[in-house]
């Protein structure tokens, strides 16, 4: 009973901090920025009035999608694939006090601003303006008009066109974590997990303990499941974030 008590108070707050959230921006121009209180973390966090930041946000912080470690983990080091604006970033650094986390976001302007909301942690998080890819190779960065912030995917380069990127496979950004064991690695990559998944998993996947990844179409569900066979894998509070334990 107290645990439902709690669980309903939680909620209680989480909507009444969305209302006041969605208020405040409404009175703003879009891209002005505005500061929104990151429940559980004694944060506030900048976003962009009019874009897709609000719903990450949102989702991270209201919502709970990432609320799925049980008592007792205490992921050391982790390392955050399409990392947007920070949010994420934020919330597992302020979970896990003794963790450092390696952020990876390829869009320019996301990653101004996630260096911004990051700035508390200092040297607790490494950002780099990158993607990661089954390989290394010239990647464009593609942004479709009607996909919001939220939503810029990547591609490989056509023979002659110049790379907005390069391209890191996996063991690139496990060497860049600065250890030989990743203990949770967040994926959310638009789309990118079919292309991740599908090409020497062999050689990196086995040094990570606990994935969450979102998936974003069948082929990259597909491409997920047949690389984590033999690890326990859940789903979140939503159908398309899934966990996978080693």
Same mark, same amino acid.
């Given at each position: 009973?107290?645990?439902?008590i709690?669980? @309903?108070?939680r ?7 969305? #209302?006041?959230i969605?208020r405040?921006?409404?009175r ?5 920025l505005?500061?929104m209180p990151?429940?559980? &973390?004694?944060?506030?966090? $900048? ?8 719903l990450? =946000?949102?989702e ?6 990432y609320d799925?470690? *049980?008592?007792?983990e ?15 970033? !934020?919330? +597992?650094l302020?979970? +896990? ?5 390696l952020?990876?976001e390829?869009d ?9 909301n ?8 490494t950002? %780099?303006?990158?993607a990661? $890819?089954? *390989?290394r ?9 009607? !996909?919001?912030?939220?939503? %810029?995917?990547?591609r ?6 110049? !790379? ?6 996996? &063991?690139?950004? %496990? @060497? ?12 959310? %990559?638009?789309?990118?997990e079919?292309?991740? =998944?599908? !090409?020497? &998993? @062999?050689?990196w996947?086995? #040094? ?7 998936? *974003?179409? &069948? @082929? ?12 326990t894998?859940?789903k979140?509070?939503?159908d ?6 080693r």
């Open positions: 009973m107290t645990r439902l709690s669980r @309903a108070l909620f209680a707050r989480r909507r009444l901090a969305s #209302r006041a969605d405040n921006e409404a703003l121009s879009r891209g002005e505005y500061r990151a429940s559980g &973390t004694g944060l506030t966090l $900048w976003g962009r009035a009019g874009s897709t930041d609000r990450v =946000f949102g991270i912080f209201l919502s709970g999608v799925v470690f *049980h008592s007792g205490s992921p050391r080091n982790i390392v955050d694939l399409g990392a947007n604006v920070g949010y994420s970033v !934020a919330y +597992f302020s979970r +896990f006090p003794e963790a450092r986390v952020a990876v390829p320019a302007t996301n990653v101004a601003l996630a260096r911004r990051l700035a508390p942690f200092g040297d607790r998080v950002l %780099i303006e990158g990661a $890819w089954s *390989h190779t010239g990647l464009r960065v593609v942004r479709e008009p009607d !996909a919001g912030e939220w939503g %810029i995917t990547m490989e380069c056509q023979k002659g066109e110049a !790379a907005d990127l390069v391209g890191m496979d996996m &063991t690139d950004v %496990i @060497a860049r974590a600065g250890d030989t064991e990743i203990d949770l690695l967040k994926i959310d %990559i638009e789309g990118g079919r292309v991740l =998944f599908v !090409a020497n &998993t @062999a050689q996947l086995s #040094r990570v303990r606990t994935l969450i990844v979102e998936l *974003h179409d &069948t @082929a990259g569900r597909e491409a997920f499941e047949a690389a984590t066979r033999g690890m894998v859940s979140t509070n939503r398309d974030v899934m966990v996978a334990r």
